[in-house]
């Protein structure tokens, strides 16, 4: 039986391993994201980026950069990336230069009222 390391990419053709792929950037130049503010338990803010298709795009390598460019918690799953703490100052910034156009950004940093304690 014969390995090979050579990851080609079955949708472009171009090797994965030389970084030729050309598969994810153009997913990231296509892709609709969703920015947001949420708040969870005890009042904490999070902020949400959601995609669209996420197809090529790696959500977990990603949230990785995030986390490591703001130095904070958060986690990646599905199609959304958790993010703790209000970044939404920076967050449009970090996502252009990761390669997702500003124009596919929507963006919402509204944040949700505090619920009122119902007793
Ligand atoms: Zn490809």
Redesign the pocket.
């Known amino acids: 039986m014969t390995f090979t390391n050579d990851d080609t990419?079955?949708?472009?053709?171009?090797s994965?391993d030389l970084g030729l792929?050309?598969?994810?950037s153009m997913a990231q130049q296509e892709q609709k994201v969703t920015v947001k503010l949420e708040r969870r338990k005890w009042g904490r803010i999070y902020s949400i980026i959601r995609f669209e298709n996420p197809g090529?795009i790696d959500i977990s390598d990603l949230a990785t950069k995030l986390k490591s460019k703001l130095a904070c918690g958060g986690s990646a799953k599905n199609k959304q990336i958790e993010l703790q703490g209000d970044h939404s100052l920076v967050l449009e910034d970090l996502l252009t230069g990761l390669g997702f156009p500003r124009d596919n950004l929507e963006v919402n940093y509204e944040v949700p009222q505090r619920k009122r304690a119902r007793n």
């Open positions: 990419c079955p949708v472009c053709g171009l994965r792929c050309v598969c994810e090529e």
